[in-house]
């Protein structure tokens, strides 16, 4: 399953909007802030997908029939671009527990890169469902070397894969490798640099929310 946000008449559009812009780009604290409302948004599609039971609030004048999750789920995400997204996602699943893995491109001298994780903080996500969140999903081996290793260690019940923007090959990538997880993405771009960057795309997600890193 792969929801595109882009294909809806959403306000989530604006944002994907001003995340691409190279003017907006300028000014980081609007570029985290857009990238956290798009996590709410993608926080509230998604929770149309859980399951509720049903439950009793008490008023001031009596009681009201009402619906809670059955179970929270757990939102994880790659240091450190993820952080933005991570916390919108938080702010609309605000009882939530996280999971943090670090991940990163180490980059040989012929120009080709591999990924490592060097760290993995997260909560016990046996009968879990897990919501892993990254700005960008450009070859998808980052996502899913992340989420092998989880699910590696835990016995997750479902996997749900949130990007605000996914290149064609990393989408099929993720597919292929984590065929039970349900894609969400802002938009969805059919190229790559050779240096596997997606174009248009937005940029470097980390750069530009935390500042250049050396």
Known sequence: MIFDLSKTNSIANIFIAELRDIHVQKDAMRFRKNMERLGECFAYELSKTLK????????????????????????????????????????????????FVTAFRKAHSSGSFVIEMEYISSPDLSGKTLIMTDPMLATGLSMVLCCKELMGRYKIRELHVVCAIASTVGIRYVQANLPHAKLWVGAIDEEMTSKSYIVPGLGDAGDLSYGVKL
């Open 52 to 99: 509720y039971k049903d439950t009793e609030t008490q008023t001031q004048l009596g009681i009201a029939q009402t619906k809670e999750l059955l179970s929270q789920p757990v939102i994880g995400t790659i240091l450190r671009a993820g952080l933005p997204l991570h916390a919108g996602m938080l702010n609309v699943f605000d009882r939530a527990e996280s999971a």
